[in-house]
């Protein structure tokens, strides 16, 4: 059983202190688990490294190592019943065309307000939504040409964890059968390999045989997250599509799970897709981030040049939002104001145009679409900022 990649040392013992957390949820994805597969070499280990520090938004700086995931104009239109006859001609454009890769070892952080399609976007990921148009490539795979087994198959390696680790634990099952469960199902593991394994994940996140018998309400928020974190890593994903994971917990033990799932990536060579709200919950876990707006990508690039020379307007009101401890240091400019627009009528042109103070005349008319302003960085804006910052500016 047994993608982990070392056998006496888990993360649960680097860090034993941790108390735990995480929430998720059984999903499902992917192949044929062969362990072997679950591991990168050194230098396709390096290579995927090298080459995440690209903030490109559909290719990569480098092309040493194939992507892991390939999302290519991806969609959710959901149709709006429309008056008396609920005529559906309407549609909530959760989702309007998503391009980016994911490397094997990366973590590509998303983020955007309430609303923008955040969500949708890992669901069509984890294959629990059906995409109105596109594609999710996984492992070179067109998932959408998969059926039946294979699509069973192909589920283990995805997964999800989600923001509420209670509402997806059942309440009348032991933690040892919660995270035997999904082995049991996918007919992975019986008998004394079983309880071996339960026990290897348990500990892995935190946790030991002492809360095998006990409940999930017995357990604290980010204890129950970690029980859920146990279940995603029972089948041996490649990906973990972690939805807020940590949003509902406590200031204290957000920081024991993101160094949880830290440790996690590291021991299993796991990719993650992080979601959150703001920049701040996703600056220390994320390679890349990708900023979102009313369902569509409007910046990615590397953590580092997105904190430190963001392009969109939008990623630049979303970092004058992070409290600055310094009252000298505080941002002069005015923070982001109204409300994110319907995303069954968007604006006309740039979606972000009523909130943008440097929207002119072309803004509103014509869409701009995401393209590199610096080396691996790509924003979609007519006037893109701080330009004079980027080493290769392309406009
Ligand atoms: N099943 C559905 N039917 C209709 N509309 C939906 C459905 N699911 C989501 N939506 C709409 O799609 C849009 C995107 O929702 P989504 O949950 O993906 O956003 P999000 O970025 O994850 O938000 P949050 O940060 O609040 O979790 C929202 O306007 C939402 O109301
Ligand atoms: S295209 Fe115009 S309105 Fe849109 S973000 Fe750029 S400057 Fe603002
Ligand atoms: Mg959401």
């Not at 888990?10 to 860090?15: G, L």
């Not at 309880?195 to 604290?220: C, D, I, N, T, W």
């Not at 679409?369 to 080396?375: G, S």
């Not at 007519?382 to 080493?391: C, G, N, V």
Request: proline residues 7%.
């Amino acid at each position: 059983m047994s993608g982990f990649k070392k056998s006496g040392e888990h993360p649960a013992e680097q860090s034993e202190k941790e108390q735990f957390v995480i929430g998720e949820t059984e999903m499902t994805l992917a192949t044929a688990a062969k362990p072997d597969e679950l591991m990168l070499s050194s230098s396709e280990a390096a290579a995927a490294k090298e080459a995440q520090v690209s903030g490109n938004a559909g290719t990569s700086k480098t092309s040493a190592a194939a992507p892991l995931l390939q999302v290519r104009g991806l969609k959710k239109h959901f149709p709006v019943a429309k008056g008396w006859f609920s005529r559906k001609n309407d549609y909530v454009r959760a989702v309007d065309g998503l391009d980016f890769d994911v490397m094997p070892g990366e973590t590509l952080g998303i983020v955007g307000e309430s609303g923008c399609g955040k969500s949708t976007a890992g669901q069509m990921i984890v294959q629990l939504l059906e995409p109105t148009d596109g594609q999710v490539i996984f492992d070179g795979t067109d998932l959408a040409s998969l059926s039946g087994e294979q699509v069973r198959r192909a589920r283990r390696d995805l997964q999800l964890v989600f923001q509420d680790p209670y509402s997806s634990l059942n309440p009348r099952m032991t933690v040892y059968d919660l995270v035997a469960e999904p082995l049991i199902v996918h007919g992975l593991a019986s008998g004394k390999a079983l309880k071996a394994e339960v026990m290897r994940l348990l500990e892995a996140v935190g946790l030991g045989p002492q809360h095998a018998a006990r409940y999930p309400h017995e357990f604290s928020g980010g204890q129950r997250q970690r029980i859920g974190i146990a279940r995603a890593l029972a089948l041996k994903p490649k990906m973990i599509v972690c939805d807020e994971p940590v949003s509902a917990l406590d200031v204290s033990i957000q920081a024991q799970v993101l160094n949880l799932l830290k440790d996690l990536q590291e021991q299993f060579e796991l990719t993650y897709i992080f979601i959150a709200h703001g920049l701040p919950s996703v600056k220390h876990i994320s390679d890349r981030i990708a900023v979102m707006y009313l369902g569509k990508i409007v910046e990615i690039g590397s953590r580092e040049d997105l904190f430190a020379s963001p392009k969109h307007p939008y990623t630049e009101a979303l970092l004058d939002a992070v409290p600055v401890p310094d009252p000298r240091l505080r941002r002069k400019r005015e923070p982001l104001s109204g409300e994110l627009p319907s995303p069954v009528n968007p604006p006309s042109g740039c979606a972000f145009h009523p909130r943008c103070p440097y929207a002119q005349d072309i803004c509103r008319q014509q869409a701009p679409a995401l393209e590199q302003k610096a080396e691996g960085q790509s924003a979609a804006c007519h006037f893109p900022r701080h330009m004079d910052e980027a080493s290769t500016a392309s406009r």
